[in-house]
């Protein structure tokens, strides 16, 4: 049995659900499965380093690299550029190791289109009620800001059938169990193995 | 978030490649995951109960339920019948609660015609080496017996394409991690749950 080109697994959910925590957790306990790392054009906060927290590039190179076809999926917010660069995941795949992609939802689907094969994952509270407690539990934003997040969930929430898989981040011990098990399930899906006998 | 229609989970592999095993290490440690019983016409053994371990049944009864269509599959081996009733399935099916059959391969593929929508499991060995050292092991069959057996798994595991997933039987507490996150992962795909917000 031999592992055959890596699997892609992206995953998403609305602003506040916890899916960096949960995803945090998860990784340390995977062999070869690799974090995604985004570019930016923002400036780097004291501590984030070049290639571990984002690549840091300047608005040229970035629009350069958007010309390249070189970005999985790119978008703009508060003015600066994100994007998930494509050449170090293709590395990483073609070398049978898995790679996750954090990114909003929106970004979540333009990869699916690309990449019909990844793995798609939507992280999804237990209901409305417990994101909205969750976004004002934060107090770092003003109320428009809070509302502005709520109705872009509320959309992204319909998205959820367009996924393979929903992990509800009801419960942290459970979800990451189960968030676990689709990278160990999907990893022993017939059409990423080879059988030699 | 809802449960639907439980899930019909299908295991299977060669003789001797351990699944029995696998399956009673991993179903203590899900909630509503119910182990199939079969129905059989051959005497019961001490110790095994009607409805627990088989259905005992006449050959007449056998027969007519086989008219009936009332199961998924049946065979015959040693000149007894053996068959996997679908009714008790389709109970727990639809009240959103798991079923596995743990069947050998020929039987899996009728069921993976009859149930396109069922999870189907191959249990592999790591090598076919292996398989054969299992099966001499065991020390209760004649080698014309154990002959035939190989010959029957080496057509078995060309099967293994059809399958969704196959769980490599090497070492048992990674198989037994790697079969649970099967059974936790397939349930969060999102064509079993349904997301009310």
Do not use: C, W
Not at 8 to 25: C, I, N, W
Not at 171 to 179: I, K, P, Y
Request: hydrophobic content about 40%; proline content about 6%.
């Amino acid at each position: 049995m031999k592992e055959q080109k890596g699997t892609l697994f992206v995953l998403t959910g609305p602003s506040g659900v916890g899916k960096g925590t949960l995803l945090s957790h998860v990784l340390p306990q995977l062999d070869s499965l690799f974090l995604s790392v985004s570019a930016t054009t923002r400036e780097p906060r004291p501590g984030e380093q070049d290639g571990v927290h984002y690549y840091f590039l300047s608005p040229e190179q970035f629009r350069s690299r958007i010309e390249d076809g070189a970005f999985l999926e790119h978008a703009q917010f508060s003015g600066n550029y994100y994007g998930t660069p494509s050449a170090p995941i293709d590395e990483h795949l073609s070398r049978g190791e898995d790679v996750v992609l954090e990114i909003e939802v929106q970004g979540a689907m333009q990869i699916r289109e690309k990449r019909p094969d990844a793995a798609m994952i939507f992280v999804a509270p237990p209901d409305f009620a417990t994101l909205e407690a969750r976004l004002r539990g934060r107090q770092t934003e003003a109320e428009d800001a809070i509302a502005l997040r709520l109705e872009t969930a509320k959309h992204e929430l319909q998205q959820i059938p367009k996924f393979d898989y929903v992990v509800i981040n009801d419960d942290l011990t459970r979800a990451e169990e189960e968030l676990k098990a689709v990278f160990l399930a999907e990893r022993a899906r017939t059409m990423h193995r080879t059988f030699h006998i």
